[in-house]
């Protein structure tokens, strides 16, 4: 068992420093180029890599820790619904049943994983513990992913609306969660929470301008081609 731990260990690590340095990379380099597209695919693989041994980690006996099982959980939710909607968009966009049973298996995780997270959290604050603020935040931005989920299984919403919203949103959102884990693993407070939260707050503003410059309103884009 501790050799799995050991292996796991280093692949968590290997993961998360590859998927934090490409995800910097991809964020910071001319969306859609080479550039961007090879770091976005390493960033997946080695995010993903991480957010798995994370998964199996916290679940080991004697190396149990709900909270890096919340943050592997999330971190898998975004990166495979990120990195699915661009694929979608590529190659199934046209098709009148585009789904599978990959996409509604993915609704259907997040679904159960911003509600174990909420639970987490209310729990955690009823027993007095305001770290449980953590697993709310993430609780409510899966379920606000899910619901974006729904909205387009549901047609009402489409791919060719949606796509660059969700990639952008869930993939940075992975990124943030990247750079969580780093400032967590390496800075010692004694407020900790606020190393959990101000990476989201700093990648939120960074989201938003994101959106607004590759996915605008509707009515922006109608204004600007009425001129």
Same mark, same amino acid.
Request: hydrophobic share 50%; proline share 2%.
């Given at each position: +068992?501790?050799?799995l731990?050991?292996v796991?260990?280093? *692949?968590?690590?290997? @993961? &998360?420093?590859?998927g *934090?340095?490409?995800g910097?990379?991809a964020?910071?380099?001319?969306? @859609?180029?080479?550039?961007?597209?090879?770091?976005g695919?390493?960033?997946s693989?080695? +995010?993903?890599t991480a957010? /798995?041994s994370?998964l199996?980690?916290s679940?080991? $006996? @004697?190396?149990?820790?709900?909270?890096?099982?919340?943050?592997?959980? %999330?971190?898998?939710?975004m990166v495979?619904? &990120?990195?699915?909607?661009?694929?979608?968009k590529?190659?199934?966009?046209?098709? $009148?049943?585009?789904?599978?049973?990959?996409?509604?298996?993915?609704?259907?995780?997040g679904i159960c %994983?911003?509600? %174990?997270?909420l639970?987490?959290? /209310?729990?955690?604050?009823?027993? @007095?513990n305001?770290?449980a603020?953590?697993?709310?935040?993430?609780?409510?931005?899966c379920l606000?992913?899910?619901?974006?989920?729904y909205? *387009?299984?549901?047609g009402i919403?489409t791919i060719?609306?949606?796509?660059i919203?969700?990639?952008?949103?869930?993939? +940075?959102?992975?990124?943030?969660?990247s750079?969580?884990?780093?400032? /967590?693993?390496?800075?010692q407070?004694? +407020?900790?929470w606020i190393?959990w939260?101000?990476?989201?707050?700093? &990648?939120?503003?960074?989201i938003?301008?994101?959106?607004?410059?590759f996915? $605008?309103?509707k009515?922006v /884009?109608?204004?600007?081609?009425a001129?």
């Amino acid at each position: +068992m501790q050799q799995l731990f050991n292996v796991l260990i280093v *692949l968590h690590i290997a @993961g &998360g420093t590859l998927g *934090l340095i490409c995800g910097t990379v991809a964020a910071a380099v001319v969306k @859609g180029k080479k550039a961007h597209i090879l770091n976005g695919k390493i960033f997946s693989v080695g +995010m993903l890599t991480a957010a /798995v041994s994370a998964l199996i980690i916290s679940n080991l $006996p @004697g190396h149990e820790n709900i909270f890096l099982f919340a943050v592997g959980g %999330f971190t898998f939710y975004m990166v495979t619904t &990120g990195y699915r909607i661009v694929w979608l968009k590529r190659n199934n966009a046209s098709r $009148p049943k585009t789904f599978t049973g990959i996409d509604y298996g993915l609704f259907a995780f997040g679904i159960c %994983f911003s509600l %174990f997270l909420l639970y987490m959290s /209310v729990k955690g604050l009823i027993d @007095g513990n305001t770290f449980a603020i953590v697993p709310g935040v993430f609780g409510l931005v899966c379920l606000n992913y899910a619901r974006m989920d729904y909205k *387009l299984f549901s047609g009402i919403t489409t791919i060719k609306q949606s796509w660059i919203n969700s990639h952008i949103t869930r993939m +940075m959102g992975a990124l943030i969660a990247s750079y969580t884990a780093f400032l /967590v693993v390496n800075v010692q407070i004694n +407020m900790q929470w606020i190393l959990w939260l101000l990476p989201s707050a700093l &990648g939120g503003y960074l989201i938003s301008r994101f959106l607004r410059k590759f996915a $605008p309103e509707k009515s922006v /884009v109608v204004a600007q081609t009425a001129k």
